[in-house]
């Protein structure tokens, strides 16, 4: 069959794009599946293991966290997709700082003592604050997970009430974030990508649209990085209304 005349490349590949951003999404959300399903065997073989007789424990618990972080940043794909067609079910509710930390800590409690990192929370038991808690959870959870990558031995994290908003920090005491990121802090993170540290500044880019996502009285929340801190070295804070 001879293709028509009035089929133009500029309206087929006009009308091509949504057929294949749903083919993108629907294939991220497969592959997240299929993840979950790793890491749920992963975990189930852990927990049953015997770490002093199972010789391949050690490389189980690095390709357990390896599969966590393919899985987080698979659902901050699906996420960021979701806010671009404005579909995202914002959740806030009034949430325990104390609770909320203590269950991010657990989260990464077998990858920190793999590691030998010791963690320390600052948190005020009576801290309450309104905010969306996977959201939230998600953005220090990627604070967390790129302070285990380049600190020496130490991550602390903190919660506090600063003038008006939640503070939320997670420092650690590694070499610092490189200085062109300090330069450039203006929360449009995407367009970093360092072929040397393998990364792509997709946890920053998600991490600073959930801060501006939340709002109140016309004030939106934001993502600072910074060095130096109470450990000299990275400090990745978020504010919060």
């Known amino acids: 069959m001879s293709v ?3 089929n133009n490349s500029n309206t087929g590949n006009f009308s091509a794009e949504p057929d294949l951003m749903n083919f993108l999404v629907s294939s991220i959300h497969d592959t997240k599946n299929s993840v979950c399903l790793l890491l749920n065997s992963l975990e189930k073989a852990l927990a049953n293991a015997d770490a002093r007789k199972l010789a391949a424990h050690t490389e189980l618990v690095r390709v357990n966290a390896e599969a966590k972080r393919v899985n987080n940043n698979l659902v901050q794909l699906l996420t960021l997709y979701q806010f671009g067609q404005r579909v995202y079910p914002l959740d806030v509710q009034y949430i325990s700082l104390r609770d909320f930390i203590s269950g991010i800590v657990a989260q990464y409690s077998d990858l920190l003592r793999f590691r030998e990192i010791t963690l320390e929370a600052h948190i005020n038991p009576e801290l309450h604050w309104y905010f969306d808690e996977d959201l939230v959870n998600a953005v220090i959870g990627n604070a967390i997970n790129n302070a285990i990558r380049y600190t020496r031995d130490r991550i ?3 919660a506090e009430e600063r003038d008006g908003r939640l503070l939320l ?11 062109a990121m300090l ?4 929360g449009n993170f995407i367009h970093r990508i360092d072929p040397l540290e393998n990364s792509t500044g997709l946890g920053f880019y998600f991490s600073a649209k959930v801060a501006r996502m939340h709002r109140n009285h016309g004030v939106a929340g934001k993502l600072k990085l910074e060095n130096g801190g109470s450990m000299q070295g990275a400090c990745f804070l978020l504010y919060l209304p």
């Open 4 to 6: 028509s005349e009035n």
């Open 156 to 158: 602390r994290i903190a």
């Open 169 to 179: 920090r997670v420092e650690d005491n590694g070499r610092g974030y490189p200085v």
């Open 183 to 186: 330069q450039d802090n203006d």
